[in-house]
């Protein structure tokens, strides 16, 4: 074990020992510890593996040791030092909050979480100035956050406030029994009016900072439903059947109908080469209109983790989406 890596992410620390029981059906360590030790995640479970703090009947073990009656599990638990992340007062447009979770409608051009090239001015530098504790469940920069949104997609998120709500949170996203509705404008009618996308998605090997549906990989699904034809584009319905990043703007890109005004994936001025001159004049009068992408996040339900109620949550068509799609409207 590198013991600078260790000082790098904790500091003090807590020993648990615990001794598989007889009968024990076998399983992966991580699934076990999670149900053992209180207020833990598996990604925070799979770190202390990878550090060597934990150890099967005095041994290094890895993330896929599998237990058996009778070992010895001994888990050192450090307590998560505090984010450097600094607070910010920075509005935030909250829908919903109670001691365990809240849900804000997050404003395009707003990242995350912070990162290479976005080192503050995030949601968690917001969230963190708002609530007094955020969950650690994520990492030291990621305090709450249970999923994410692109930071030029505006919409619906939701954030634990302690590490239990994160924990079940994050199951229910695992499981897919959170639903997720977004609607875009996409470029062109589609055909058919409602459909199912389901491929292999993985990085691009062109570019790294970019998606890419795929020959094998992970396995994504998004769903879409026609609500609206206007001059050039369409407003769409999309469900996700699973969370990968870009999702929509891959799988809307891969079938020739990029997400409008999306700079990543084909959704500005690659579109105007096939056009006679009176649609490309249009095509230019809406990108002028709109600089992000048109993607919302405007339906999100879960269930209540803490009281088990079912949550519902509507967002609002933002200003420049629905400015773009009263003008389209006017032209049709």
Known sequence: MNSSQVND?????????????AQKVPERIDKFLIREIANISRTRLQQLIG????????????????????EKIAVTLPRLQKTEVAPQN???????????????????GMVVHPAIGNPDRTLVNALLFHCTDLSGINGEIRPGIVHRLDKDTSGLLVAAKNDVTHRKLSA???DRTVSRNYIALVWGHLSPKTATIETFYGRSSRNRKKMSVLNE????????????????????????????????RVHMAHIGHPVFSDYAYGGRNRR?????????????????????????????????????????????????????????????
Do not use: C
């Not at 447009?93 to 997050?106: A, P």
């Not at 998004?222 to 870009?246: D, F, N, W």
């Open 172 to 174: 229910q996203f695992s």
């Open 9 to 21: 992410l904790f500091q003090e620390s807590q020993q648990i020992e615990i001794v598989v029981p």
């Open 51 to 70: 550090l060597e703090l934990v150890l099967v009947d005095g041994k290094v073990i890895k993330p896929s040791h599998t237990v058996l009656t009778g």
């Open 217 to 248: 990989g992970k396995w994504a699904v998004t769903s879409y439903a026609v609500l609206e034809e206007l001059p050039l584009l369409s407003l769409i319905r999309l469900k996700l059947g699973t969370g990968r990043t870009h999702q929509i």
């Open 272 to 332: 105007l080469g096939s056009l006679n001159v009176k649609d490309r004049e249009l095509a230019a009068r809406y990108l002028e209109m709109l600089q992000r992408q048109a993607l919302h996040a405007q339906t999100l339900e879960f269930v209540h983790p803490a009281t088990g109620e079912k949550m519902n949550f509507t967002s609002p068509v933002p200003d420049d989406i629905q400015s773009l799609l009263e003008f389209a409207r006017s032209r049709g």
């Open 90 to 108: 920075i509005p935030l447009n909250i829908l919903y909050e109670d001691e365990f979770l809240l849900v804000v409608n997050k404003p395009a």
